[in-house]
T-cell receptor, first 114, second 114 residues
């Protein structure tokens, strides 16, 4: 158990809809990162938040957006869903300044876009 | 820029046999290296990490990996495979001392034959 919790576990949406995924960071962590893992592939970095501000972004379009709250929980929002957005979305929390840069992952939210 | 290459998308070994999963990385700065394991329908669990210091690192469940800078490799080994080791394994790299995105390899699926 990493202490990182994600909700919901599974989600089914239709093309064009919007979705919000949620993540609760491990206690004491101040950074959250989001990854997309398509079937049969490794996770791909979407973006990272540190102290409520975006701190790096991968090669994902602007319809992928996020928020980090004062309690360090986080949301991933995806607008105008496309079929290719179907994937496992992973949240990872870490502590900036601990010198080890270890990210601890939640179990993920599996999104299916029909 | 950083990248990770995992050689072999699928490795099959007999129970009790040596497990060797290969990983090569590319990094323009000293890297932090990780191996994560993913069991079916679950998130990523950290197996072991190399940050600095000793190049042979030991992780959970009897796994270990050796950082070889000259070969840019970080292969994962276990002397004796167990049925419970069947899972997907990901090698990953991130810049030294930077709370940044993790770059994952495409993964190696490990199967264990009775």
């Amino acid at each position: 158990e990493t202490g990182v919790t994600q909700s919901p576990t599974h989600l089914i949406k239709t093309r064009g809809q919007q979705v919000t995924l949620r993540c609760s960071s491990q206690s004491g962590h101040n950074t959250v990162s989001w990854y997309q893992q398509a079937l049969g592939q490794g996770p791909q970095f979407i973006f990272q938040y540190y102290r409520e501000e975006e701190n790096g972004r991968g090669n994902f379009p602007p319809r992928f957006s996020g928020l980090q709250f004062p309690n360090y929980s986080s949301e991933l929002n995806v607008n105008a869903l496309e079929l290719d957005d179907s994937a496992l979305y992973l949240c990872a929390s870490s502590l900036v300044g601990d010198g080890e840069n270890i990210q601890y992952f939640g179990a993920g939210t599996r999104l299916s876009v029909l | 820029a950083q990248s990770v290459t995992q050689l072999g998308s699928h490795v099959s070994v007999s129970e009790g046999a040596l497990v060797l999963l290969r990983c090569n990385y590319s990094s323009s700065v000293p890297p932090y290296l990780f191996w994560y394991v993913q069991y079916p329908n679950q998130g990523l669990q950290l197996l072991l990490k190399y940050t600095t210091g000793a190049t042979l690192v030991k992780g959970i469940n009897g796994f270990e990996a050796e950082f070889k800078k000259s070969e840019t490799s970080f292969h994962l080994t276990k002397p004796s495979a167990h049925m419970s080791d069947a899972a997907e394994y990901f090698c990953a790299v991130t810049p030294y001392s930077s709370a940044s995105k993790i770059i994952f390899g495409s993964g190696t699926r490990l199967s264990i034959r009775p």
